[in-house]
């Protein structure tokens, strides 16, 4: 095949040739745009940009750049579950609304019903039997902090208040990262069981933060309940799952995986253990990826309830098993079913990042970029 350089791929994948050069230029590397890529270059590349690979064929060097997909075929799109974060100020009720909703469905005899901080799960919504993906974010910063790397790991927010309290600095600060992740927010007043809840209060005091219900002639919808006594969670899955159907969320599950790693650890007997949510394409088991700056075979997939599965689909949060070594909250990762490219475009992203981290010590200017674009 044809040597490949920065302008035909940036060609191919619709990107301007810029963005290409400051990706490296980010990571420590010049290159212009008559630059030949290897094949891992372009591996990265595609795991930056969010494209990734067909199935039907083992990817080579030679055929790399054939079988990157930048867009989907139409008929391969099938719906996938909805992914919702909880956002609100601390003892607001983030955890007991999850933890209730999580703990009235998980079925008698999976794992017990324990909370394992994986950092994401899936609930099925029992009156329509569709499923929805909660993500159990850190905090605030790491949801921006994901965002900002270019992993759109959320299409709803949930702006949790407690009836009793009212608007406070981080309900201020979650209402600020909602927006600018421009999704559709659902407003849940908690705490309603509790003497001296007002929850039409908060309803009022959202207003100023540009939270309008709908009876008040906005598009914001309210859901008043308890997270402790779990009132109103049906209602909230039902706004959800309607919300979601207006969205229209769809996926491709027939390529190959790829997705966000949501925490990651190392577990003293099993090895790296990492929380992927998977966005688009199907992971199975011994399935070859890249993590950010690792890589490795998959040996175990479980779900979020710590039951042994063999696939996992689009929206689906799973633990995985067999990288050889511990990833980044926020790595995107991408399978490619060869180790050997595997390890090299980890290696790479390794590199890179000691190389980011020397180069926001040197602090470069803006102008040194262009004189090398
Ligand atoms: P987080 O910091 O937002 O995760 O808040 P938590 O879920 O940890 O809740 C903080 C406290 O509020 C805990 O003691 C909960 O039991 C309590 N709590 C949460 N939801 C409710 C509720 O609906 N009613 C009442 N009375 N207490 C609640
Ligand atoms: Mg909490």
């Known amino acids: 095949t044809e040597p490949l350089s920065i302008a035909d791929f940036s060609k191919k994948i619709g990107k301007p040739i810029t963005e290409i050069v400051k990706y490296f230029f980010a990571h420590g590397v010049m290159l212009n745009q008559n630059a030949i890529l290897n094949e891992s270059q372009i591996g990265e590349l595609a795991l930056e940009f969010g494209f990734d690979f067909k199935k039907e064929e083992v990817l080579t060097k030679e055929n790399i750049f054939e079988q990157l997909q930048v867009e989907d075929n139409p008929e391969d799109l099938t719906p996938r579950a ?29 794992a017990g019903g324990i909370t394992q ?17 909660f993500i159990d974010t850190p905090g605030h910063e790491a ?12 299409d709803i927010v949930i702006l949790i208040v407690a009836a009793d309290d009212g608007v406070k600095p981080q309900t201020e600060e979650a209402i600020d990262h909602a927006k ?14 509790k003497p001296g809840a007002d929850p039409e209060k908060v309803k009022v005091e959202l207003m100023n933060y540009g939270l309008v219900a709908e009876e008040f002639g906005g598009d914001i919808p309210f859901i008043f ?21 207006v969205l229209d969320l769809k996926a491709n599950a027939k390529k190959f995986a790829s997705g966000v790693v949501l925490e990651a650890h190392l577990d003293k007997a099993k090895g790296p253990v990492a929380s992927i949510l998977v966005q688009a394409g199907t992971l199975n088991m011994r399935d070859v990826l890249v993590a950010g700056p690792t890589f490795g075979a998959i040996k175990d997939i479980e779900n979020a309830n710590g039951l042994k599965i063999t696939s996992a689909g689009p929206s ?13 909250a926020g790595d995107k990762f991408l399978v490619m079913n060869d180790e050997k490219m595997a390890r090299s475009i980890a290696e790479a992203q390794a590199e890179k990042q000691l190389a980011a981290e020397r180069m926001t010590k040197q602090s470069f200017t803006l102008d040194s970029i262009k004189n090398h674009i």
């Not at 983030?94 to 008698?108: C, G, P, Y």
């Not at 901080?117 to 993906?133: E, H």
């Not at 600018?180 to 069981?193: E, G, L, R, S």
């Open 316 to 328: 689906k949060p799973v633990v995985i098993f067999g990288l050889n070594s511990v990833p980044n």
């Open 82 to 110: 909805p992914i919702v974060t909880i956002m609100g100020h601390v003892d607001h009720g983030k955890t007991t609304l999850l933890d209730s909703m999580r703990n009235s469905n998980v079925v008698d005899g999976e």
């Open 143 to 154: 949801f921006t902090e994901m965002r900002s790397r270019g992993a759109n790991a959320t």
């Open 180 to 193: 600018q992740a421009n999704v559709p927010i659902i407003v849940f007043v908690n705490k309603t069981d």
């Open 225 to 245: 309940g308890s997270a402790k006594q779990k009132i109103g969670l049906e209602e909230l899955q039902e706004t959800i799952l309607l919300i979601a159907d």
């Open 117 to 133: 901080a994986i950092g994401a799960y899936q609930v099925k919504n029992k009156a329509t039997n569709k499923s929805i993906t």
